[in-house]
């Protein structure tokens, strides 16, 4: 039992790291988006504030 819960656990670790490692990335990508258009960037958040403050008075 005790052999598979270190194995569950290794599975895990491993997940969380790959799960970390492609947040990161698309972090970079994200980064690198709004360096290159900070207007269409600035447009986009700006949308999707106005959407979440609809949906938040619904």
Known sequence: ???GV????AQ???AF???RSNAKDIEAQMMASVREK???SLAIAAGV???F???ARR
């Open 1 to 3: 039992a005790t052999e």
């Open 38 to 40: 900070p207007v269409t």
């Open 17 to 19: 790291d790959s799960l």
């Open 49 to 51: 504030g106005f959407l």
């Open 12 to 14: 895990g670790e491993a």
């Open 53 to 55: 403050a609809l949906i």
């Open 6 to 9: 270190e194995q569950l656990r």
